[in-house]
């Protein structure tokens, strides 16, 4: 088996390869001057909607997916822009829920590439990689064009991309200790960075943080008169109880609460991820700038650097509520894809998100025997990653991904016996090779319903996997 897209059409092969040769802008020179240049000659087509901006270390993207697949329940036409992509690159940019085609994604790049051109010359550097994705998406979004666009920040906040959008609801998710090379070491440095997406006038919605970075973070609502509502205190998980295919919720909106709501994830953070995803579109609907709007001063009704204060007014109608989440996905967050045994993808790939899947895997599965697979990024922190997974893990199999920045087997295997010890390692230099021989652990019981495999370490080891295991594109 390999990891190819063979099927994909060469024009659009060719854009995804120009694309991808222009580097990533942290190894370049951390600026907006070049994109801000790209989308005002593009006429910013990020200010022809209003936009919910997404941060955080952990959940980004499936909270992304939430507040999508409730605003689309309401009949709103939206626009979803993502990172990183499981299998395909135009995962990144959807519409009303869907990846868009091959056809318009050349298209996307077709039309704003004399512009990149045209901004490349201005400066020393050129435009980088997701720079140039994310003018795309802004385009396709005002050429569809949508209703509401969802944006998740690629890395940080204050100098990420996506920041030359002005968020009418910002989303704070979880923050931990990733990227401590382009972010910072600390919490509250890192807190700094992704505080950049809280502007003018807007809500900012906070999910549970640790102390140090929510202080970052309110400092900052304060400093630019916005209004803030936190988990735990406006809004939040009031009650959940594992069920089949997920678990059901009670939730404490902004505006009400929300009971019976049956939601396709599993683990107590996506419940979090499920309450902050409501709060966000509650805030959104009670005062989020229609579509042209110029400026955020309309965004809320709230006086400025207060607490958000809610009522049943701005209660969301709770059938749909409960139909949209019913429906929503996060493909590669602990997604399962196979049956007898169970496999699970997971992109877990720092110390926190691991002990949030190994939680959820506990609660949720009750495996007698669980293997897994480890592929991971050789800047990350491996040990502290490992830590969480050694004591549900029967056997570890360790290997690649299809990233250059994926560590080589032999010395995660050295890493992994320091922790899980030698007899429990395992080392495959090919990915497929490597699911064969977890799914082999697994079954060693004889029992298919209690074994299992998890496969986890990356958004690329997840997507790889799914690859591999030939399961149908999600969106």
Same mark, same amino acid.
């Given at each position: ?110 039309? !704003? ?18 720079? !140039? ?83 970052? #973070? ?38 009400? !609460? ?21 709060a966000a579109v509650e805030a959104f609907a009670s005062g989020a700038p229609t579509r042209g709007e ?94 969480? #997974? ?86």
């Open positions: 088996m390999t990891v190819s897209q063979v099927s994909e059409p060469s024009d659009y092969r060719n854009a995804v390869g120009a694309i991808m040769a222009r580097g990533v802008e942290w190894e370049i020179d951390p600026t907006l001057d070049r994109v801000r240049d790209l989308v005002d000659v593009l006429g910013e087509p990020q200010r022809a909607y209003p936009v919910i901006h997404i941060a955080g270390t952990n959940g980004k993207s499936s909270t992304a997916r939430l507040v999508e697949a409730l605003l689309r329940e309401r009949g709103l036409r939206t626009g979803l822009y993502t990172s990183p992509e499981l299998t395909t690159l135009r995962e990144r940019i959807a519409i009303d829920g869907e990846p868009i085609t091959e056809e318009r994604f050349v298209e996307a790049y077709e039309d !704003v590439l004399p512009f990149v051109q045209l901004v490349d010359g201005k400066h020393a550097t050129p435009l980088s990689f997701f720079e !140039v994705l994310t003018a795309m998406a802004f385009a396709a979004f005002a050429d569809a064009p949508v209703d509401v666009a969802v944006v998740e920040a690629g890395m940080g906040g204050a100098w990420d991309a996506t920041n030359v959008a002005d968020g009418a609801v910002a989303v704070v998710t979880p923050i931990g200790l990733d990227h401590t090379r382009y972010l910072g070491d600390t919490l509250a440095e890192i807190a700094g960075e992704k505080a950049g997406i809280i502007k003018t006038g807007s809500v900012t919605v906070l999910a549970q943080q640790p102390v140090e970075a929510a202080e970052v #973070l309110l400092r900052r609502v304060v400093e630019v008169g916005g209004t803030a509502a936190r988990e735990g205190i406006e809004y939040g998980v009031l009650g959940r109880d594992v069920a089949v295919g997920g678990q059901q919720l009670r939730l404490q909106g902004l505006h009400g !609460v929300y009971d019976e709501v049956f939601l396709p994830l599993f683990g107590d953070h996506q419940a979090s991820n499920a309450a902050t995803a409501l110029a400026n955020l001063e309309a965004a809320t009704r709230i006086a400025p650097g207060e607490s958000y204060l809610g009522g049943a007014e701005g209660q969301l109608d709770p059938a749909l509520v409960r139909s949209g989440f019913a429906k929503s996905a996060s493909p590669g967050r602990l997604e399962v894809v196979r049956t007898g045994p169970t496999v699970l993808l997971d992109a877990a790939h720092n110390p926190a998100g691991m002990a949030a899947t190994v939680a959820t895997v506990t609660e949720s599965f009750g495996f007698t025997r669980l293997a897994g697979v480890l592929a991971i990024a050789a800047d990350k922190d491996v040990v502290g990653v490992l830590d969480q #997974l050694e004591p549900v893990l029967a056997e570890l199999v360790v290997t690649r991904n299809s990233s250059p920045r994926s560590m080589p087997p032999e010395e995660l295997a050295e890493i992994a016996e320091g922790v899980f010890g030698p007899e429990r390692v395992h080392v495959a230099q090919r990915l497929d090779d490597a699911i064969d021989r977890a799914i082999g652990f697994a079954e060693e019981t004889g029992e298919y319903r209690g074994a299992g495999v998890l496969i986890t370490g990356s958004v690329v080891t997840a997507g790889d996997a799914r690859t591999l295991l030939r399961v149908t594109e999600g969106r």
